[in-house]
């Protein structure tokens, strides 16, 4: 049964909390960031990327950077931007994307659900990205982004949001500039609090839908930490970490796209030739070709648009693995056509996340790309399936939107 807390969240005051909620730091590069917080002296970035505050050209791994990470953040408490609440509390957490809304609960997971398998993955991860994240939990004794986790859809906890919401105001209401709308409810009554940890507990499973990193990063950390204190009992905060929980039918998976940098030494006609083996290649025009369904992709080769059908019987149907669509382009096209392998670490071929638009990888194939795959997003169902299975999906499956801000939760482990 997995266990969902409440906490004592240290968290902006309202008046400040449009300013210090930030993307989260794997969505942009440190120049990217660095421009992102001129006149704001109080964004996230400031704790999440702190490279941005030192000299340029320091290395983002260098021990400075996690020293100037947790200065930072005890800044944003010293200079009364951000406050702990006196309580254990949870959050009410509402984004709203294109009229599409999602609600999460805000709280803080067991480290012990993650390692015996309550909390599910979907994806390895790499020991570098895991090594960079360890280093900033440790250094700031907190976890500063939260883990978006999803759980299939309970009728009790939407009862229990629903209804709080209706009788309590918000803290937070505010847009950001690229016209998400994040709202925060403080769940502050004790007894709800206690009905809300009830109900995740009758959960036999919650899933990992982004974060993997920093989830597995922040499990390190309060092993860590339990090294260090061996008289541990459980009930210290670094055995949990932050987390917002969403309904699994309340999300939306989109299309995570591949683009490549050649055509595996073949010319256009031995290329099409070669895919005509695995997949029914019909050329649709100029207009951009989004999928309509499970099995088939859109390519962009040379101004043109086709659109692909994988042929029957070139992949395993029964497998969850194997007959997912990211499956079906690798093992059919990526890797016997272009020879890539480890789609993690091969120059040749790139990802764009579904936001982008189909606009975007015809503008990567005009300047430094040959050819492009559209893709048809992976299903939520797809996800957990693959999780309960104990399997892992290959990289770059899910793309998930809206983004959790960092910021306005943060995890104190002590």
């Given at each position: 049964?997995?266990?969902?807390?409440?906490?004592?969240?240290?968290?902006?005051?309202?008046?400040?909390?449009?300013?210090?909620?930030?993307?989260?730091?794997?969505?942009?590069?440190?120049?990217?960031?660095?421009?992102?917080?001129?006149?704001?002296?109080?964004?996230?970035?400031?704790?999440?990327?702190?490279?941005?505050?030192?000299?340029?050209?320091?290395?983002?791994?260098?021990?400075?950077?996690?020293?100037?990470?947790?200065?930072?953040?005890?800044?944003?408490?010293?200079?009364?931007?951000?406050?702990?609440?006196?309580?254990?509390?949870?959050?009410?957490y509402r984004q709203i994307m294109n009229g599409r809304s999602q609600t999460g609960i805000v709280g803080c997971a067991a480290i012990d659900d993650y390692i015996e398998g309550r909390i599910k993955?979907?994806?390895?991860?790499?020991?570098?990205?895991?090594?960079?994240?360890?280093?900033?939990?440790?250094?700031?004794?907190?976890?500063?982004?939260?883990?978006?986790?999803?759980?299939?859809?309970?009728?009790?906890?939407?009862?229990?949001?629903?209804?709080?919401?209706?009788?309590?105001?918000?803290?937070?209401?505010?847009?950001?500039?690229?016209?998400?709308?994040?709202?925060v409810w403080v769940v502050d009554d004790e007894k709800v609090t206690a009905e809300i940890s009830a109900a995740f507990g009758a959960k036999e499973a919650l899933y990992i839908a982004d974060g993997?990193?920093?989830?597995a990063s922040a499990v390190k950390v309060g092993l860590k930490r339990r090294e260090e204190n061996p008289g541990y009992d459980s009930s210290e905060e670094f055995n949990y970490f932050l987390a917002?929980?969403?309904?699994?039918?309340?999300?939306?998976?989109?299309?995570?796209?591949?683009?490549?940098?050649?055509?595996?030494?073949?010319?256009?006609?031995?290329?099409?030739?070669?895919?005509?083996?695995?997949?029914?290649?019909?050329?649709?025009?100029?207009?951009?070709?989004?999928?309509?369904?499970?099995?088939?992709?859109?390519?962009?080769?040379?101004?043109?648009?086709?659109?692909?059908?994988?042929?029957?019987?070139?992949?395993?149907?029964?497998?969850?693995?194997?007959?997912?669509?990211?499956?079906?382009?690798?093992?059919?096209?990526?890797?016997?056509?272009?020879?890539?392998?480890?789609?993690?670490?091969?120059?040749?071929?790139?990802?764009?996340?579904?936001?982008?638009?189909?606009?975007?990888?015809?503008?990567?194939?005009?300047?430094?790309?040959?050819?492009?795959?559209?893709?048809?997003?992976?299903?939520?169902?797809?996800?957990?399936?693959?999780?309960?299975?104990?399997?892992?999906?290959?990289?770059?499956?899910?793309?998930?939107?809206?983004?959790?801000?960092?910021?306005?939760?943060?995890?104190?482990?002590?």
């Open positions: 049964m997995a266990i969902f807390k409440p906490f004592r969240a240290v968290r902006p005051l309202a008046e400040f909390a449009s300013s210090v909620a930030a993307l989260p730091y794997d969505v942009m590069n440190s120049k990217e960031a660095a421009e992102m917080v001129k006149g704001n002296p109080v964004s996230f970035l400031h704790v999440d990327k702190a490279e941005i505050d030192l000299p340029e050209g320091t290395d983002i791994y260098d021990e400075k950077v996690y020293l100037k990470a947790r200065e930072n953040l005890e800044k944003l408490e010293k200079d009364n931007i951000c406050r702990q609440d006196a309580t254990p509390c949870f959050y009410i993955r979907h994806e390895f991860t790499r020991a570098d990205k895991e090594a960079d994240r360890i280093r900033h939990v440790d250094y700031c004794d907190a976890n500063t982004g939260p883990i978006f986790l999803c759980y299939r859809s309970s009728s009790e906890i939407s009862e229990i949001v629903k209804c709080w919401k209706e009788n309590h105001s918000p803290v937070y209401d505010f847009v950001t500039e690229d016209g998400i709308g994040n709202t993997h990193h920093r989830c917002v929980c969403f309904p699994a039918d309340e999300l939306e998976i989109m299309d995570y796209n591949r683009v490549m940098k050649d055509l595996g030494g073949k010319t256009s006609e031995e290329f099409i030739l070669a895919l005509n083996e695995k997949f029914t290649v019909e050329k649709v025009g100029a207009e951009a070709y989004r999928p309509e369904a499970r099995h088939t992709f859109g390519m962009y080769l040379e101004n043109e648009w086709y659109k692909l059908t994988a042929k029957e019987g070139t992949f395993p149907e029964n497998d969850p693995v194997a007959s997912l669509d990211v499956s079906i382009l690798q093992e059919n096209c990526i890797t016997p056509i272009f020879g890539i392998t480890d789609p993690r670490t091969d120059k040749r071929i790139d990802f764009i996340g579904g936001i982008r638009g189909l606009a975007e990888l015809e503008k990567r194939c005009r300047e430094d790309m040959v050819v492009a795959f559209s893709m048809y997003p992976t299903s939520l169902n797809e996800l957990m399936a693959i999780a309960d299975a104990g399997e892992v999906m290959p990289p770059k499956s899910t793309w998930f939107e809206p983004k959790l801000l960092s910021g306005l939760f943060i995890h104190k482990l002590k």
